[in-house]
């Protein structure tokens, strides 16, 4: 198996296989903008060494002073490593006065000079650009080749390609792995993906994975359904409460620890008012909450609390808010797991599916991303609840065309009744995983003691 290096970002490394290949030829390829520049500086900074030191060339796109400066922007910047394992120099002066014969002995020159660990040249594609003909750039990719394959290193050619390139650059062959950085707009959305196009000599994970980019670098986001699915796992048998008693009685004394519930319903029927009975029923157990919410921030949120004697300053509840226009959905389920482990949380509700559902970048990724998130909650005895807003008031036929209610192992739907000349509300059980349950439409009251179960409407 080839030898790895890290490339800077754990979950990177992840999609690779264990890294980037050592003293192999990485091409990283992408439009402008897309990241490869940072790419390569967070993997040059991870193996800065000053006895094998990381050498950045630029050639004829941006001047090595510009890339610098840039760099010193990054948080993994760190000027102790500047010309001590790590040397920025540049190749253009050399490209226009002598061609690619003298880049090629520059490049040389610099190995021997230096005998780097990593060697990136950034842009390669720019020196297809000085050949007179595609037999004199062949001939250049096998003498570079052959010298860095004489010196062990390993190599980062960065470059502006498009996908339909690579079945006729004659780089792409010559690449151990190739790794592909883009960006796709979605409606009013844009997302980042990264993707391993070729690889000698490993496994690696398929498909297109998101990314982001800040000052902290590049940070992928796995697909999760390629994440340890089927490690084997142990079910926790016993009961959850609902938070309220007498949904326990119709649910044979709650749900199962470790399992998901849909709450459906209509607008203002109450399905925050019951994941909120949920959250905070737990903390009379000892079991920790956590609420992840898109709509209704924080200070609106206390209002409501305040309203039934609860507060999110007790201990044992974390609240996660995030605006929907600000939020990757793949990037917010890592966040969201992170944020689990962190807190020790045993119970999870996600207030709405609805507005999840409107971040993905498509339906299947929805619905991949949230079987990974229940059974990964599931696997760690994390009980979800997660509300959904189905779109009738009245005589609910249906809850959800999405998979949340295949996948979900309780669903409990509240309802709008007209009877008469009033209306009320009622709590219906259609669905628990694996055990019995009560069948009846009962009556509900919202009291300032939160949700109370009737035998009759009033």
């Not at 670098?217 to 390629?226: K, M």
């Amino acid at each position: 198996m080839m030898d790895r290096i890290p490339s800077g970002n754990p979950r990177l490394d992840e999609v690779t296989g264990g890294g980037l290949p050592a003293n192999a030829i990485n091409l990283i390829m992408g439009l402008p903008g897309t990241g490869k520049t940072m790419l390569a500086q967070q993997c040059v900074f991870s193996n800065a060494d000053p006895q094998r030191p990381a050498l950045y060339l630029s050639t004829a796109s941006e001047p090595f002073e510009k890339i610098l400066r840039y760099v010193q922007a990054l948080s993994f910047f760190d000027p102790a490593f500047i010309g001590n394992g790590v040397v920025y120099d540049e190749l253009g002066t050399t490209l226009v006065k002598h061609g690619l014969a003298g880049v090629g002995e520059r490049v040389k020159e610099f190995i021997r000079d230096y005998r780097p660990g990593i060697l990136v040249i950034d842009s390669f594609k720019a020196l297809s650009s000085y050949a007179a003909s595609s037999i004199e750039f062949r001939n250049f990719l096998y003498d570079l080749a052959a010298t860095q394959s004489v010196f062990p290193v390993t190599v980062l050619w960065l470059g502006e390609y498009e996908e339909s390139e690579m079945a006729s650059a004659p780089e792409f062959a010559i690449a151990d792995s190739i790794i592909e950085l883009s960006n796709q707009r979605f409606q009013k959305r844009s997302a980042n993906f990264i993707q391993v196009r070729k690889l000698r000599g490993g496994d690696f994970l398929s498909g297109s994975h998101t990314y982001s980019l800040s000052h902290e670098g590049l940070e992928v986001y796995p697909r999760l359904t390629g994440v340890g699915e089927h490690a084997v796992y142990s079910p926790d048998r016993e009961r959850a409460s609902s938070g309220v008693q007498a949904l326990d009685d119709m649910l044979d004394e709650g749900y199962r620890i470790g399992s998901s519930t849909l709450m459906a319903g209509p607008t203002g029927v109450g399905k925050t008012l019951m994941g909120l009975h949920f959250l905070f029923g737990g903390v009379d157990q000892g079991d920790h909450g956590l609420m992840a919410t898109f709509q209704e921030d924080p200070t609106q949120l206390e209002q409501v609390l305040h309203g039934f004697g609860w507060s999110f300053d007790t201990e044992g509840i974390t609240l996660k808010y995030r605006p929907p226009v600000e939020v990757h959905l793949d990037e917010w389920v890592y966040d969201l797991l992170d944020t689990i482990e962190r807190t020790g949380a045993r119970r999870l509700f996600i207030d709405s599916l609805n507005d999840l559902e409107s971040v993905a970048d498509d339906p299947s990724g929805f619905d991949e991303s949230l079987y990974a998130l229940l059974h990964r909650c599931s696997r760690n005895n994390v009980s979800v609840m997660m509300s959904y807003e189905v779109r009738h008031l009245f005589g609910v036929t249906s809850l959800t065309d999405r998979a949340a209610s295949n996948l979900a192992d309780n669903v409990v739907l509240l309802q709008y009744v007209p009877a008469e000349s009033i209306m009320y509300r009622s709590v219906t059980v259609l669905k628990t995983r694996g055990s019995t349950h009560d069948l009846r439409v009962r009556p509900f009251e919202v009291t300032p003691r939160g949700i109370v179960l009737t035998d009759e409407p009033r």
